[in-house]
């Protein structure tokens, strides 16, 4: 069982950057697909971003696309998402995922099997 710990979050104005980290424990990644969504109040948890487990491809949703960008270094465990000219609309908790199969590269939420506890992110207009 894969432990996934996200950092990063905080309140930023519109405009500005944050960078998410996700370190994963208790077995490597390195083999697994990785990916992030988010959940705003009141609304359904949403897909945001996802990259193949050596780094070469990468999916993202259109609302975020030209402004996020999703990276790993397996060497670290570790996935990032870089989030730069941020909205208000996208104030959320942010969670990073592990997929189920290795070598594999998914945007379903039902593909993911281990879960973060979430890092907060606001945006102030």
Same mark, same amino acid.
């Given at each position: 069982q894969v432990q996934l710990v996200e950092s990063g979050g905080g309140l930023v104005? =519109?405009? @500005? +950057?944050?960078r998410l980290s996700c370190? =994963? +424990? @208790?077995?490597?990644? +390195?083999t697994y697909g990785m990916g992030w969504f988010r959940q705003a109040?009141?609304?359904? $948890?949403e897909f945001i971003a996802a990259i193949n487990w $050596? @780094? /070469?491809?990468?999916?993202?949703?259109?609302?975020v696309k030209g402004r %996020?960008?999703? /990276?790993?270094?397996?060497a670290k465990n570790t996935v990032y998402l870089q989030m730069n000219s941020l909205k208000p609309e996208d104030t959320a908790v942010y969670y990073c995922a592990a997929d189920q199969v290795p070598y594999r590269l998914s945007v379903?939420?039902?593909? %993911?099997? +281990?879960? @973060?506890?979430?890092?907060q992110v606001t945006v102030s207009s």
């Amino acid at each position: 069982q894969v432990q996934l710990v996200e950092s990063g979050g905080g309140l930023v104005q =519109a405009g @500005g +950057s944050l960078r998410l980290s996700c370190t =994963a +424990s @208790g077995r490597p990644v +390195s083999t697994y697909g990785m990916g992030w969504f988010r959940q705003a109040p009141g609304k359904e $948890r949403e897909f945001i971003a996802a990259i193949n487990w $050596r @780094g /070469s491809s990468t999916y993202y949703t259109d609302s975020v696309k030209g402004r %996020f960008t999703i /990276s790993r270094d397996n060497a670290k465990n570790t996935v990032y998402l870089q989030m730069n000219s941020l909205k208000p609309e996208d104030t959320a908790v942010y969670y990073c995922a592990a997929d189920q199969v290795p070598y594999r590269l998914s945007v379903e939420a039902v593909d %993911f099997g +281990s879960w @973060g506890q979430g890092t907060q992110v606001t945006v102030s207009s």
